[in-house]
């Protein structure tokens, strides 16, 4: 393995190799829009909400600001309220379950299952009540959950399966695009998305012709025509200029899925043969079987009084890291009035204080993996852990 005598800096996401890749195109996007005299939603976004439903095997796309408000939209537009349940899994981004929440609703976590880090489907039919009205299930650093399972599961209850698949673009469960699978999908186009835009913007895909005539009024303050307003709404809506430059990425997408997934296959080879995944100090993620991983991020588990050890340790060497995500939903400090206490979700809160994501982009060299593997190579753990 190539030693660490070069230095480098890696860092853990970098979006200039990229746009400089692609500069050309997205100077065209600007000039389109520059040109075309029209900010908000407009042709752009009609043509980019098809591309996107295409690609995701679903009839309508719904541009959005954020993936944040298109969870929360989807929920408003189902009905969903005070003395409604919702399940999902503590150990995501916020805004998994800040959208129930925001409508009084009440979020149930279900633990994770550590393989995957996914929730736990085994434990989902058990935090179903009379109560309960659907379930936001989270593609976690771009791994479907066991999407049939937990659609059979939704059916039997009548619930609905609202897919959080902000870090999901592209990833497929038994070769299907998993918003395929339904209900409703929710998208982020955040800067460091799989497909990211200048800025935020979002975009929710669903088959219902109902439920998707209420989410186009929904964004923009529930009217249809506009100046006629049939339910309360809100602003949010895709701006033209990040549709424009979305559209000028989209085709690179399956391509650089295809690089992540062999960064995330080369990291693989290299750490298995370093000296802390050896020792059972470090575990590589798993890749379940019948999905397509999309690598939104490479995330690693490290013994827990370690993790911060190793992340200090390749910082020194240059090597940025990530900890997605350091607190569980059920003891964030907005969350108290819920009850939860530590110990409601051990494999959750364990793999807060254990998991660390390496470098991960496309643009990534082979160089750069080498380097951040030899830099885990060299680590050795401190006798004393907290120091
Ligand atoms: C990024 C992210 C969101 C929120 O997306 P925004 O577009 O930033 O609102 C929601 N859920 C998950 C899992 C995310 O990673």
């Known amino acids: 393995m190539a030693g660490l005598t070069q230095a480098m800096q890696v860092p853990v996401f970098d979006l200039t190799r990229q746009n400089e890749a692609i500069h050309d195109d997205l100077l065209a996007a600007f000039e389109r829009v520059v040109r075309g ?45 005070p003395g409604d349940e919702v399940v999902t899994t ?62 059979s599961i939704a059916d039997r209850h009548g619930l609905t399966v609202i897919q959080d698949a902000a870090q999901a673009l592209g990833a497929r469960y038994d070769s299907l695009p998993v918003a395929s699978y339904g209900h409703v999908t929710c998208y982020s186009f955040f800067p460091t998305k799989n497909l990211g835009a200048f ?19 929904l964004r923009a303050h529930g009217s249809k025509p506009k100046y006629y307003h049939h339910l309360l709404g809100y602003n949010s809506r895709l701006d033209t200029l990040h549709a424009a430059v979305l559209r000028a990425k989209l085709p690179h997408l399956p ?52 993790r911060d050890a190793l992340r200090k340790h390749l910082a020194s060497h240059g090597v940025q890291t990530a900890v997605y995500y350091p607190l569980a939903l059920h003891l964030q400090k907005v969350f108290e009035p819920l009850g939860y206490k530590p110990g409601d979700f051990p494999e959750a809160e364990r793999a807060t204080a254990e998991v660390l994501s390496l470098p991960m982009f496309p643009e990534l060299t082979d160089e750069e993996i080498e380097y951040v593997a030899a830099a885990i190579d060299a680590f050795e753990p401190p006798v004393d852990p907290a120091a």
């Open 199 to 217: 800025g935020d913007g979002g975009m929710i895909v669903i088959d219902d012709d109902d439920l998707a005539d209420r989410l186009r009024m």
């Open 90 to 151: 503590p150990f995501t981004f916020f805004a998994s379950a800040g959208g129930t929440a925001r409508l009084g609703a009440r979020p149930v976590f279900v633990d994770i299952n550590p393989a995957t880090f996914n929730l736990n489907v085994d434990m989902v039919e058990a935090a179903i009540t009379p109560r309960t009205k659907a379930i936001v299930a989270v593609h976690l650093y771009g791994q479907p959950v066991d999407l049939p399972r937990l659609r």
């Open 255 to 306: 391509a650089w899925i295809e690089r992540r997934r062999a960064i995330a296959a080369r990291y693989r080879l290299l750490l298995a043969d370093t000296r802390p995944v050896r020792d059972g100090l470090v575990a590589l993620p798993t890749e379940v079987a019948r999905v397509e991983h999309t690598y939104h991020q490479f995330t690693i588990r490290v013994c827990s009084p370690y």
């Open 37 to 81: 005299g029209h900010f908000i939603l407009g042709d752009e976004v009609v043509s980019f909400e098809a591309e996107i439903a295409r690609l995701s095997g679903v009839k309508h796309g719904i541009g959005v600001g954020n993936c944040s408000d298109a969870l929360h939209l989807v929920q408003l537009a189902l009905g969903i309220g």
